[in-house]
């Protein structure tokens, strides 16, 4: 396990690539971004946007997904204020919300001035489908990516709206594997297979389980069906620069509100990801399987985007790793799975390659430096 010199991603992050200058690919990703005419591309999009506008007959241009995140938010700003869209506002619901998550969703739709409609998986179905992930492959938010990209399709579709909005594409963004249609054009109709899903395929996680008919939100339309109702998807990030500060600077004017205790445990940020519970476990156990977790994504943003410098990551970073997540009573209850039982699932998934008994504490075996 190695590690950037300019950000501190690890090796190990699946679809990454560290060249020999020891510079990786999501660092040399920002280096092209610096060589883009944002306002070309911004012209681009006016262009798509000038395209639809006012031809629904159902009404509404624009379908964004919304979480009552900052990057949500900025979102459906840039859509309805910026490109003068009538936006419909999607949102999936956390089955463990926060109170800052449903006050800033609620303060979004009052702010902005935007239709909501949001979708409520069966609750059984989901946990379900959330045990088999992270006993499978150590990924229960699998569940609600699946479910989240699914269902937002099928809105679409339902609505015929023509156009969904999307936030950044995550393998451009942080270095990941990355469609050759988003990189040229920011299309996200391959959403989808994008690398949350990389562990294994939807059908092959569920095969042991009996629910044909529970899943209709958890399974796209078929590409074919988009493509014939003139739905496009795309990547916003591709249009204008993705800065999570500024997002979070925008955000707050329309009242969103960062976490009021402050930062959780191994996290550097209180403003990120604040939505629901279940994803401070989830991302953990990416620190058992990759070596990295929270303090690392939150410091890379910064470091991409101008706001810190590598020392000062490594120190926020060493400082903070080990952490325990929050949320932990919650993951267990919400799973029907005890802590003995969560524990021997969760050392299962352990990277004993990168890992190594020190006192008796698990230790990278090579930190950060």
């Not at 999936?92 to 979004?108: R, W």
């Not at 988009?226 to 795309?234: L, M, P, T």
């Not at 550097?268 to 990801?273: A, G, M, T, V, W």
Request: glycine fraction near 6%; aromatic fraction near 12%; proline fraction near 4%.
């Amino acid at each position: 396990m190695y590690y950037c010199k300019r950000c501190v991603l690890p090796n190990t992050k699946p679809g990454l690539k560290i060249d020999n200058e020891g510079i990786c690919s999501a660092c040399r990703a920002v280096e092209l971004k610096k060589t883009i005419d944002w306002s070309e591309r911004s012209a681009k999009l006016h262009k798509i946007c000038d395209g639809i506008r006012g031809k629904n007959k159902n009404g509404y241009d624009c379908l964004v997904p919304v979480s009552g995140g900052k990057d949500s938010i900025m979102q459906v700003y840039t859509m309805s204020q910026k490109y003068n869209l009538n936006v419909l506002a999607v949102n999936v619901v956390a089955h463990v919300q926060t109170v800052e998550g449903i006050e800033n969703l609620n303060s979004m739709v009052e702010n902005l001035g935007v239709d909501l409609i949001t979708i409520s998986v069966r609750p059984s179905t989901h946990k379900r489908i959330r045990k088999m992930a992270l006993i499978k492959v150590g990924n229960p938010n699998y569940a609600e990516h699946r479910v989240v990209f699914a269902a937002v399709a099928r809105s679409a579709y339902f609505y015929k709206i023509p156009l969904v909005v999307w936030g950044e594409d995550i393998g451009v963004e942080f270095g990941g594997n990355i469609d050759k249609d988003s990189l040229e054009d920011g299309d996200a109709k391959e959403l989808i297979n994008n690398d949350l899903f990389r562990e294994i395929e939807f059908d092959s996680l569920i095969s042991d389980a009996s629910l044909n008919d529970e899943l209709l939100f958890y399974k796209p339309p078929e590409l074919n069906e988009i493509k014939n109702a003139n739905i496009k998807s795309i990547y916003l990030g591709y249009y204008q620069w993705w800065d999570g500060i500024k997002h979070y600077k925008i955000a707050k004017t329309f009242g969103f509100k960062g976490r009021k205790s402050g930062p959780l445990p191994g996290n550097y940020l209180n403003y990120d990801n604040i939505d629901e519970k279940l994803c401070e476990v989830h991302l953990w156990l990416k620190f058992l399987k990759l070596g990295f977790w929270r303090p690392t994504d939150h410091t890379c943003y910064n470091i991409w985007n101008g706001y810190m410098n590598r020392p000062e990551a490594v120190e926020i970073v060493n400082s903070l790793q080990y952490d325990f997540p929050a949320y932990i009573e919650e993951f267990l209850e919400f799973h029907q799975i005890s802590e003995d039982e969560f524990f021997r699932v969760a050392e299962g998934f352990r990277n004993k390659e990168i890992f190594v008994k020190k006192s008796n504490k698990w230790r990278l075996r090579n930190e950060l430096t």
